[in-house]
T-cell receptor, first 116, second 113 residues
């Protein structure tokens, strides 16, 4: 079975600064996908970024980027130029390569607060 | 452009009552699943389905039943609600291609008293 661990229950950052959220996972699989989801107060789950394990290049989406260290089983999310709208709960998630995107293993979540 | 629709958004039940959480998607997705979200535990998979007529258990299936008679609908049934089932419930769907994005409903906040 897979496990995903987010060791930072809460974090805060000043507007326009950079923050990094940590995620580690444990798996014996070689083919898998990793995701970061954002959950604002509206409760909606929003996909922020995804990473295929077979790709060495780190994924980026505008102000969001990841640092994927496959050997260390680490998958951190960096948010640059933080904005007030980035305030949300962030979840790291794992999916085995042979399953679909709706069967995910989630971490505990990190509540990020962006301060003006 | 509805995506995944869950009803109701909020519900209060008494212990022992039964109810069905509804989930419908209009994207013709084959895969659907139910999660529960509890503080400090993230989202945990309850049941999932890979197509009409096919369901299987996830990580925390006890106390919940599902069925999938159509591609669009995937209801979650609580036969005899317990306070331990107080949670926020999410339905998700995705297409068959590998690594496709999972689309989530808005969630149902259920309180069992």
């Amino acid at each position: 079975a897979q496990t995903v661990t987010q060791s930072q229950p809460e974090m805060s950052v000043q507007e326009a600064e950079t923050v990094t959220l940590s995620c580690t996972y444990d798996t014996s699989e070689n083919n898998y996908y990793l995701f970061w989801y954002k959950q604002p107060p509206s409760r909606q789950m929003i996909l922020v970024i995804r990473q295929e394990a077979y790709k060495q290049q780190n994924a980026t989406e505008n102000r969001f980027s990841v640092n994927f260290q496959k050997a260390a089983k680490s998958f951190s999310l960096k948010i640059s130029d933080s904005q007030l709208g980035d305030t949300a709960m962030y979840f790291c998630a794992f999916m085995k390569g042979e399953t679909s995107g709706s069967r995910l293993t989630f971490g505990e979540g990190t509540q990020l607060t962006v301060n003006p | 452009n509805a995506g995944v629709t869950q009803t109701p958004k909020f519900q209060v039940l008494k212990t022992g009552q039964s109810m069905t959480l509804q989930c419908a998607q209009d994207m013709n997705h084959e895969y659907m699943s139910w999660y529960r979200q509890d503080p400090g535990m993230g989202l945990r998979l309850i049941h999932y389905s890979v197509g009409a007529g096919i369901t299987d258990q996830g990580e925390v299936p006890n106390g919940y039943n599902v069925s999938r008679s159509t591609t669009e609908d995937f209801p979650l049934r609580l036969l005899s609600a317990a306070p331990s089932q107080t949670s926020v419930y999410f339905c998700a769907s995705s297409g068959q291609a590998m690594n496709t994005e999972a689309f989530f409903g808005q969630g149902t906040r259920l309180t069992v008293v």
